[in-house]
């Protein structure tokens, strides 16, 4: 089951950027329509799911809000604050105060690589409270310190961090959906804070000439392809 009528369907970058038609910010990013198309159809497969048994649509609120909300308080973690909300007050209010405490700045980590372990670095590892256990359960919870390992210390996402979500009753399908929504999100959060650090400059230039216009735009990035997930792979394959 699936209640997409969480999330309204409009450009969400747009609106955490407070990008409104017709302005230099909105020129701007129509001269990427492919990847802007995209990243709206990601978001639009991660919330408004046909299928959501696997990873239901209120937890995937609750861990974008402790996502976004752990890696900085902006705009978009306020966006999916509010939806979490919307869709479960109690638990959000829990979820965002363990995003408070799991909050730090990043990547951390270990290279297994030899030639790299030098630039190895360590910080902040979270690991859920006894009271949000016990209220939002062992699934989420482990859904919670998977995404903080995602965001922050990717370097140490191995088979043994899937297990850990396996044990806690994950399958294959939500794995997989869990892993694309953090790196989605990371992107989104990105996007949306770059933009609104450049909407100064695009104002006061207004990309007039063709060639700042594209000179302005060429450090995009494209955005992580989010698609329905249907595999045949058992949890255990997955983890392996």
Do not use: K, N
Not at 57 to 71: G, I, N, Y
Not at 88 to 95: A, F, G, K, M, N
């Amino acid at each position: 089951m699936t209640t997409p009528d969480l999330i309204e369907r409009v450009d969400v970058v747009d609106e955490l950027v407070g990008v409104r038609a017709g302005d230099p910010l909105d020129a701007l990013r129509r001269r990427r329509p492919v990847t802007r198309d995209q990243l709206q159809a990601s978001y639009d497969a991660l919330f408004a799911p046909f299928d959501d048994a696997a990873f239901p649509l209120q937890d995937r609120l609750l861990v974008a809000a402790f996502a976004t909300r752990s890696t900085a308080d902006d705009a978009t973690a306020a966006h999916y604050a509010d939806a979490a909300t919307g869709a479960d007050t109690q638990r959000t209010e829990i979820v965002l105060a363990e995003a408070s405490t799991a909050a730090t700045a990043g990547p951390f980590g270990a290279y297994r690589e030899e030639g790299l372990a030098g630039e190895s670095t360590d910080g902040r590892r979270y690991e859920p409270g006894l009271a949000a256990r016990d209220t939002l359960g062992e699934r989420l919870t482990a859904a919670l310190a998977h995404a903080h390992l995602l965001t922050f210390r990717p370097r140490e996402a191995d088979a043994a961090a899937q297990s850990r979500l396996v044990d806690a009753g994950w399958s294959a399908d939500g794995i997989v959906t869990l892993s694309q929504l953090v790196s989605f999100l990371a992107f989104q959060q990105r996007v949306a804070a770059g933009l609104r650090a450049l909407a100064p400059s695009v104002v006061e230039r207004r990309f007039d000439s063709p060639e700042l216009a594209q000179r302005g735009s060429s450090r995009d990035e494209t955005p992580p392809v989010v698609e329905p997930v249907e595999t045949s792979a058992s949890p255990e394959e997955v983890s392996a």
